[in-house]
């Protein structure tokens, strides 16, 4: 049977700021990017989504970003490689804090934002993050987008890694993720067919209305919508109706 992870990004609350349906959302995921506290989350937001994820059986990854806590890490940066390695290696430690605690495993690595996105063109980026990764622990996987330069790097670092898609983001013909602030970055109305295919015939309709080829081993859906939980229900609903099983990167 076909396997294919679906994650999603948990734990970025913080303080008295509640973002996101964690609790309702991770029944039906099986992988967790938890927020390490730079673009999202604080410490105790941290330990309580790793304890949910213990407890529902979902995979837990750190989930680094930039420290741009309030443009929740999707405004780009003029980053150095060194400081990116940096940054990546701090809050990876700081979520392995609390999975330790936890007696869970740290089983992955997926950059966030505006540094998901920066290190998916620029190489050096790339393997900065991707050192970061192994330094901390060489067996770790790291998540990125399918063509993008982090897989690139991590091939080459000898780290393990998957190859993400998104179930509602819209492509440009490059592979890349079509920016926020453009008109029709968001799927929502043809979302489930489009993963259906990304997933069995690994191709995507790019927003310029031509097909690209695209590998999925990981589907991330978005938990913090008005509509996140219905979205990823029909997902797993729809995959495992195709007859494809849904499990956990670590598995």
């Known amino acids: 049977m076909r396997k294919i992870d679906l994650n999603c990004d948990l734990g970025e609350s913080f303080g008295t700021y509640a973002i996101g349906m964690d609790e309702d959302v991770i029944r039906y995921i099986s992988s ?3 927020a390490c506290g730079f673009h999202a989350s604080d410490p105790s937001v941290m330990q309580s989504t790793v304890r949910l994820a213990k407890k529902a059986g979902v995979s837990v990854g750190a989930h680094p970003g930039l420290p741009d806590l ?3 890490g999707r405004r780009n940066m003029d980053i150095n490689p060194e400081d990116a390695k940096a940054m990546t290696l701090y809050q990876i430690g700081a979520l392995a804090a609390f999975c330790k ?3 869970v495993r740290l ?3 997926k950059p966030h934002g505006a540094l998901y996105n920066m290190a998916g063109k620029d190489y ?3 393997r900065a993050i991707c050192e970061a990764v192994r330094d901390f622990d060489p067996s770790l996987i790291l998540l990125g987008l399918s063509g993008s330069q982090m897989l690139k790097a991590a091939e080459e670092l000898g780290l393990s890694s998957a190859r993400e898609v998104f179930a509602d983001r ?3 013909e490059d592979g890349s993720l079509v920016s926020r602030s453009k008109p029709g970055s968001m799927i929502e109305d ?3 067919n489009r993963v259906l295919r990304m997933v069995t015939e690994g191709r995507v309709r790019a927003i310029s209305g031509k097909d ?5 081993d990981s589907v991330c859906v978005h938990g913090d919508g008005p509509k996140a939980l219905a979205f990823v229900m029909k997902i797993r609903a729809a995959l495992e109706k195709t007859g494809i099983e849904v499990a956990s990167l670590g598995k």
Do not use: D, R
């Open 32 to 34: 967790a990017n938890v």
């Open 70 to 72: 309030q443009g929740f």
């Open 101 to 103: 605690a936890e007696g």
């Open 107 to 109: 089983c992955h690595v």
């Open 124 to 126: 050096k980026l790339a």
């Open 170 to 172: 819209a492509y440009e």
């Open 190 to 192: 043809e979302a489930i």
């Open 212 to 216: 690209i080829p695209i590998q999925a």
